[in-house]
């Protein structure tokens, strides 16, 4: 097998061996020392019943076998000595086939050959560059990848995977980890690139490839490459190693970098700083988009984008490149729209209408000025579904409502307006803005009551009374109604005391209070004042010059808060 000094040494370390090649799980020192030490139990570790050569038996009792490991073999040597034994069963193309055929009578060895067939190239993986510093790894892999015959190593291997990969995943946990990289390079053409770049065998690229006519650009069903493989695995070095050779990159390539969010950095910069690649080629739509998901980065690449950017590739105003940079964005700290904006600012754009509803209602008004500032005049169908989208951003919805009513010269009908109203009181954020913009640019727009119980259910209380305090100001009379201050207080229900003390105050000296006959009542808000309460209405009335008949008073008792005072209904 291998020419080791010592005759004693060489079957121990023989016996050791078989015991890694067999093993299911990935071979450590450790886990080796114990294995050998001990008496082992064949039957938990699957093994054949006898050796390759049908004359020793699995027998791991050896005392000498712990100390000979411990102090000559490292995790290295193993998978050295795996690699080697593997590639030496799949040499014998004729002894694989007879093992996996279930009519002949090498049944026993058929899960020692199935182990070989899909681990040899981990073992390979893992020693890196000495796997082809190794004179005999070597002549084995050349043997394998460059067979004399067309039926015969690495195309014989692809064929007998194929055929017992059902049998895989009961092999072992080291066969899942890797089986995403197995699984592409089996659904692929029988061609060792996929291998070599799924697995990342850059050492048997730079020997091996330089003497081979493979062809490096070959695409499978799925539409990858052996480089789309090493960059979706993250095979830096088998990268760098395809860029020294000048392996084409393509786009698709270049965006699936971008989105990796851990390691695209490394990748990126050996791709821009390849001397073949030219970087205004790999620039498209679907770059940007890219960019976009990859939010810890994503302000880092627009800014080398800007620079870099080809002035004859257009920018697609698309679904997917609005939703990309509409996650997580915010005005006051989102500089890679800014980023963008100097893209779409400075270079041709491609717009499509169903895309501008999307801008208004998630994105940057920014860029929806300059979207329209390209675009011609939009149809009234359309501005006004872009102004109820716009009243939905709460990040940035008061300048996206001014750059819409700029493009459409500040022109809003009562009754569409009226409808906006009540949609914009639902802004968490700028709600209390876009009601005081809408009453403004058409006077004949009215508060009603739905607006007021529209605004009271914002879940943040803050903002709720801001925009409550924005609508009674210019609230008519008679607006608050039993009904409508029914409603306002079921929805103040969770409110802070000091907010629902606020919040009466405002409709207490707000002209739409409708106390002539309406009937008072704040049940089930807690902290109120019912003597406050009554005197802040006799204030109020008494300012506007109304005075009280008090032959007509009727005393009624009404619920305000804890408390029940009495509060004078007056007969008109």
């Known amino acids: 097998m291998y020419y080791i000094e010592k005759r004693h040494a060489w079957e121990h370390a023989r016996k050791a061996f078989m015991f890694m090649l067999a093993s299911s799980k990935p071979v450590t020192s450790s886990l080796l020392i114990a294995a050998i ?52 069963v799949l040499s014998d193309t004729s002894y694989c086939e007879k093992a996996l055929d279930p009519q002949n009578g090498l049944i026993a060895v058929r899960p020692l050959v199935i182990h070989c067939l899909f681990s040899w190239m981990l073992f390979v993986r893992s020693l890196g560059n000495k796997a082809t510093s190794d004179p005999q790894i070597l ?17 014989l291997w692809h064929e007998m995977c194929r055929k017992t990969v059902h049998e895989v995943m009961d092999i072992g946990s080291v066969f899942e980890e890797h089986w995403c990289w197995l699984s592409d390079v089996l659904r692929s053409q029988s061609s060792p690139v996929f291998l070599l770049g799924a697995f990342g065998l850059s050492s ?12 490096w650009n070959e695409v499978n069903d799925d539409g990858e490459t052996c480089f789309s493989l090493a960059v979706k ?52 739509t679907e770059t940007l988009i890219a960019a976009a998901w990859n939010f810890a980065y994503r302000g880092r690449i627009l800014r080398q984008l800007v620079c870099h950017w080809p002035p004859t590739v257009p ?39 169903e895309t501008l509803p999307i801008i208004a209602a998630e994105w940057s008004s920014s860029i929806m000025g300059i979207v329209l500032s390209r675009s011609p005049k939009l149809a009234s169908r359309i501005s006004s579904k872009l102004l109820f989208a716009a009243v939905k951003n709460n990040a940035d919805g008061l300048r996206m409502l001014e750059v819409l009513l700029r493009h459409s010269h500040k022109v ?132 506007r010059g109304e005075c009280l008949n008090t032959s007509s008073l009727l005393k009624r008792s ?4 804890k408390c029940r005072v009495y509060i004078p209904k007056v007969h008109m």
């Open 37 to 88: 030490a001990q008496d082992v139990n064949t039957t938990n570790i699957q093994l054949p019943p006898r050796d390759l050569n049908a004359q020793d038996t699995f027998q791991f009792s050896h005392g000498s076998a712990g100390e000979y490991l411990k102090n000559s073999f490292s995790t290295g040597m193993c998978n050295l000595y795996l690699a080697k034994q593997s590639m030496i």
């Open 139 to 155: 002549s084995l892999l050349q043997r394998f990848f460059l067979p004399r015959k067309s039926r015969s190593g690495y195309t």
């Open 204 to 215: 048997v690229i730079e020997k091996i490839g330089k003497k081979s006519n493979w062809e």
């Open 233 to 284: 695995y993250r095979h830096i070095h088998t990268i760098r190693t395809f860029l020294d050779r000048g392996m084409p990159v393509r786009p698709c390539d270049f965006s699936m970098v971008l989105r990796d969010k851990d390691h695209h950095m490394d990748i990126a910069l050996l791709i821009c700083r390849a001397p073949h690649i030219a970087l205004g080629k790999l620039l498209n």
């Open 315 to 353: 920018i697609e105003i698309s679904k997917e490149l609005v939703w990309a940079f509409a996650i997580h964005y915010d005005i006051k700290f989102d500089k890679s729209t800014k980023y963008l904006e100097a893209l779409v600012r400075n270079n041709k754009i491609l717009i499509n209408e």
């Open 412 to 543: 809003i009908h009562m009754t569409l307006g009226q409808k906006l109203l009540t949609r914009a009181t639902r802004n968490e954020l700028w709600g209390d803005s876009l009601v005081e913009l809408f009453l403004c640019v058409n006077k004949k727009i009215c508060v009603t009551g739905i607006d007021l119980v529209t605004a009271s259910t914002v879940e943040k209380h803050e903002k709720a009374l801001l925009t409550l305090r924005a609508l009674l100001k210019k609230c008519n009379h008679d607006v608050i109604t039993r009904h409508v201050l029914q409603n306002i207080i079921n929805n103040t229900k969770d409110w802070s005391d000091q907010s629902v003390e606020c919040l009466e105050k405002m409709i207490w000296k707000s002209k739409g209070f409708n106390y002539k006959g309406a009937e008072l009542i704040w049940a089930d808000v807690e902290g109120k004042s019912g003597h406050t309460a009554c005197e802040q209405l006799h204030d109020i009335r008494t300012k």
């Open 558 to 561: 009404y619920r305000i808060g």
